[in-house]
């Protein structure tokens, strides 16, 4: 299973954002080498979301996968940072990108 939250201050209408997710899941799963139904996205609107003083367009995603290996992470940053520039005009250097696993409870 593979899960990524997208928080953004950027407000997309609900087909903008359909596409970037449907978008996102298609990446990921082929990237990843998963079925899309292990791949799960979630994207949040944050209005008063700024960075650096500033509040132009930005991102911070957290991208939680099992056996994510560390090799994977430079591309799948890329390529991550890619889309959101395009779909958010969110420059590459205004994404912030948090990747781990999941916790394990017994």
Request: with cysteine.
């Amino acid at each position: 299973m593979s899960y990524l939250t997208i928080k953004t201050n950027v407000k997309l209408n609900s087909g903008k954002r359909k596409t970037l997710i449907k978008e996102r899941i298609t990446t990921l799963s082929s990237q990843l080498g998963k079925a899309e139904n292990y791949v799960m996205i979630s994207f949040n609107y944050c209005e008063d979301m700024i960075f650096g003083s500033s509040n132009e367009p930005l991102a911070y995603l957290e991208f939680k996968n099992i056996g994510l290996a560390h090799s994977q992470t430079a591309n799948l940053s890329k390529t991550l940072s890619q889309l959101l520039a395009l779909y958010l005009s969110a420059p590459t250097k205004r994404v912030y990108i948090k990747f781990s696993g999941p916790e394990y409870h017994l």
